[in-house]
């Protein structure tokens, strides 16, 4: 009853959102769709500038919350595609945690998804935004804390900082501490991701889950601690597109693919920086794409 709820309640979040947003049936545009955050916004308008420059479509963006409303957008065709991570569809759509190997983790997503959904992963842009432990670098280099191995010891006496959804998820917190031998910390906080940034450099928390392309981990000179167990798999992002769109608009997927492997982990860092400090997602995205020479 609590699934047919949850699914019932994403379901109307979907049709709200889509509703507000105005979408429609009109074959000419390209209904796109992202997460709630800093660096889905800008991929989100890397997509949809990409598709109007390199074709005659028109596209819609649509900022629509987490993976399950995302998805559940894509199979019901209310969108055409966003941008997704191969490690959120490995681990919590396709419930795995075996495969390590980025390119193993992206055939194994692109064949169950064709099998299961009628859903394709197109060519990765080349970043790995998985999750990363960070920490402040004075606490880094009075513990000697390098890799998360070297967090062991000290955890009881240490408070975590970290979004719930990674508190709760299997390829999160209560897997990290198994495949590391973590008893507990002193203390598990929920917070917006945001908010543990801000927590961690004011000595709040001593830890936080972070993303690996996030730019405050650069501006705030913290920490990313080596995963020397490689407990995370291979969070690399790529356009994913539904059965219509690949049938409809092949033009599109050629522009969409030009995208492929054209980021470096820190070129998202400096994007994502920008954003967060103010910058127009849509204006980043559209200069770093200039940059390159994809657009004119």
């Known amino acids: 009853m609590r699934l047919l709820k949850k699914l019932i309640t994403v379901g109307l979040m979907v049709s709200i959102l889509l509703s507000l947003a105005g979408c429609g049936k009109d074959e000419n545009v ?3 769709g992202h997460k709630n955050y800093t660096e889905a916004r800008i991929l989100g308008n890397m997509f949809s ?6 074709t005659s479509y028109e596209t819609t963006l649509t900022e629509l919350g987490g993976t399950s409303v995302c998805f559940e957008a894509l199979k019901s065709e209310d969108i055409h595609l966003y941008p997704e991570y191969t490690g959120t569809g490995y681990s919590v759509v396709l419930k795995q945690n075996t495969l390590k190997d980025p390119e193993e983790v992206y055939n194994y997503c ?3 998804y064709n099998e299961q959904y009628n859903i394709t992963w197109l060519k990765p842009l080349g970043f790995n935004n998985t999750y990363t432990m960070t920490v402040r670098r004075d606490m880094a280099e009075e513990l000697n804390l390098k890799t998360i191995s070297d967090l062991v010891k000290h955890a009881p006496n240490l408070v975590i900082g970290a979004e719930m959804e990674f508190l709760e998820r299997s390829d999160g917190l209560p897997g990290l501490k198994e495949v590391y031998g973590i008893d507990s910390f002193k203390e598990e906080k929920g917070m917006d991701i945001g908010l543990t940034y801000a927590a961690l450099k004011e000595g709040k928390i001593d830890v936080n889950d972070a993303y690996g392309t996030d730019g405050r981990i650069k501006k705030l000179d913290l920490v990313s601690l080596e995963d020397d167990k490689q407990f995370f798999p291979p969070y690399y992002s790529a356009p994913l597109v539904n059965e219509a769109f690949m049938a409809n608009y092949p ?12 980021f470096t982990d820190e070129e ?6 920008l954003v967060d400090e103010g910058a127009d997602p ?10 390159k020479g994809l657009i004119q």
Do not use: G, P, T
């Open 30 to 32: 390209i209904k796109i």
């Open 268 to 273: 998202m860092q400096a994007l994502n920086l």
């Open 110 to 112: 692109q064949e169950q």
């Open 49 to 54: 500038i990409m598709i109007e420059n390199q």
């Open 251 to 262: 033009e599109a997927v050629d522009a969409l693919n030009m995208l492929d492997n054209q």
């Open 282 to 291: 849509k204006q980043v995205a559209e200069d770093i794409l200039r940059e």
